[in-house]
């Protein structure tokens, strides 16, 4: 029942040959793919204000400066992820581009492979 639902759905599944040409659209790629870094990103500024916030009118005057000290940061973000995708233009994640610019140990410790977690 439940996978006649899902064929219904979603469709059949594809097979590994059609699945390798199989791309989305940028339009959908975003709203898909980047939901989750948003949330991330609007998660700190957003705490900031309510911290402000529960301070009363005692912190209320820092909301502005420290709005635009985040407004100022995430241009200064924006600005060096456009440079590195540039430079870049193949991708490759922080690895790729750590080890063509510094070297294989800062690769690893900014991809964090380097570390071992322990249970």
């Known amino acids: 029942m439940l996978r006649a639902i899902k064929h219904i759905l979603i469709g059949e599944p594809l097979s590994n040959r059609r699945l390798s040409t199989e791309k989305i659209p940028v339009w959908k790629a975003l709203a898909i793919f980047s939901s989750d870094a ?56 922080s690895y790729s581009v750590a080890k063509k610019n510094l070297n294989e140990t800062m690769a690893l410790i900014g991809s964090e492979k380097y570390f071992v977690y322990l249970d």
């Open 38 to 93: 948003l949330s991330s990103v609007a998660y700190g500024p957003e705490q900031i204000v309510v911290v402000l916030m529960y301070g009363g009118l005692a912190l209320y005057g820092f909301t502005l400066p420290i709005s635009l000290a985040i407004l100022g940061l995430l241009a200064i973000v924006s600005i060096s992820y456009s440079q590195v995708v540039r430079a870049n233009p193949g991708g490759g994640g």
